[in-house]
């Protein structure tokens, strides 16, 4: 099976989708259709048997200051065939040829993905900071 880059956010449908089927947090579509606009940079994998979508990643941020690596997820059926690496590799050499040195660049790491991500560069920041996220309140 081969597979090409298509450097652009997918669908909002497929977005959501690719999220909810690799094991991301599921979005809504309504806010996949307001956010991907705002994509500083991403790219979709093509499956060139059928020409779907299987895979995604994108770079949210200023490019100046920050610039944070999120939504890489490739359909479960097409894992571990090294696209991970190929959307990070594209994700990298953007970031090489377009944000400012200053520019920090970030990621969450999920379970065993912290070492694809070692592969390009990136160290884990403890114990000098520890990542956090703000978890809404339930909706009553």
Do not use: W
Not at 23 to 43: C, D, F, I, M, R
Not at 63 to 77: G, N, S
Not at 120 to 133: E, R
């Amino acid at each position: 099976m081969t597979y090409s880059v298509i450097e652009k956010a997918p669908t909002p449908e497929i977005f959501c989708e690719l999220r909810k089927r690799s094991g991301l947090s599921p979005k809504s579509v309504e806010a996949a259709k307001q956010a991907l606009p705002h994509t500083v940079y991403g790219v979709s994998i093509i499956n060139d048997e059928d020409q779907s979508v299987v895979g995604m990643g994108r770079l949210v941020g200023d490019k100046h200051l920050f610039l944070t690596i999120v939504d890489i997820a490739v359909f479960p059926e097409h894992q571990k065939k090294g696209l991970g690496k190929l959307i990070m590799t594209h994700l990298m050499n953007y970031a090489k040829h377009n944000v400012t040195r200053d520019c920090y660049i970030s990621l969450m790491a999920d379970g065993k993905a912290q070492f694809l991500y070692e592969q390009f560069g990136f160290v884990s920041t403890l114990p000098k900071s520890l990542g956090m996220c703000y978890q809404h309140p339930p909706q009553e």
